[in-house]
């Protein structure tokens, strides 16, 4: 059973333009949510994290909200830049247990036109 | 900062023999590392959480005889995979975790590709 969702498995956008990807999830108890980027055949890059106490984040072109009654979040990329183009990974902090383990999406590939 | 290595990038060996894949954490100290392995097209799928120390703990349907983690230091886990298969092919990439108890992100390492003939 998929706990994360990332529905959209791509998403094309024309450069200068905003990408919005979306996530969402199952388990309430989930209490903090990260984005990564991941290029082919190298490890995923962080880009911008939410603590569930808060609704936005911001970190350059990259924002990141978070509707907890949605049981929704989404990344907001803008303006897009060709480089952007890259697989986006939505994933979920499970605080049970002792080692906080992430619960992964399925990933968003994005592709920014030029 | 926050920099993770992996060794070797890339390797290819004959079915039946050992694998040993090393994770770094070098700008930091990391009591949790994580083993990922991903198949072409598909998520990351979580093999097991190493913690300094201490014994690993394997996701289900993960063989713990046949991964083997060890987390000797605060900056350095291994992965072994034994007796390998051409089934084991695969990318492995591993992530580690801050000790500080406030920090959430995981930073990964650049990955493994693991090729078994």
């Known amino acids: 059973d998929q706990q994360v969702k990332q529905n959209s498995p791509s998403l094309s956008v024309q450069e200068g333009r905003i990408s919005i990807l979306n996530c969402d999830y199952t388990n309430s108890m989930f209490d903090y949510f990260l984005w990564y980027k991941k290029y082919p055949a190298e490890g995923p890059t962080f880009l911008i994290s939410?603590?569930?106490i808060k609704d936005k984040n911001e970190d350059g072109r990259f924002t990141v909200f978070l509707n907890k009654s949605a049981k929704h979040l989404s990344l907001h990329i803008v303006p897009s830049q060709p480089g952007d183009s890259a697989v986006y990974f939505c994933?979920?902090?499970?605080?049970?247990?002792?080692?906080?383990?992430?619960?992964w999406g399925l990933g968003t590939s994005l592709a920014v036109n030029p | 900062g926050a920099v993770v290595s992996q060794h070797p990038s890339w390797v290819i060996c004959k079915s039946g023999t050992s694998v040993k894949i090393e994770c770094r954490s070098l700008?930091?100290?990391?009591?949790?590392m994580f083993w990922y392995r991903q198949f072409p097209k598909q998520s990351l799928m979580l093999m097991a959480t190493s913690n300094e120390g201490s014994k690993a703990t394997y996701e289900q349907g993960v063989e713990k005889d046949k991964f083997l983690i060890n987390h000797a230091s605060l900056t350095l886990s291994t992965l072994t995979v034994t007796s390998a298969h051409p089934e084991d092919s695969s990318f492995y990439i591993c992530?580690?975790?801050?000790?500080?108890?406030?920090?959430?992100?995981?930073?990964f390492g650049p990955g493994t590709r693991l090729l078994v003939l």
């Open positions: 994933a979920a902090r499970n605080p049970a247990g002792n080692n906080r383990k992430l619960i």
């Open positions: 939410i603590s569930s």
């Open positions: 992530s580690a975790r801050d000790r500080k108890w406030y920090q959430e992100t995981q930073y």
């Open positions: 700008d930091f100290q990391a009591t949790t």
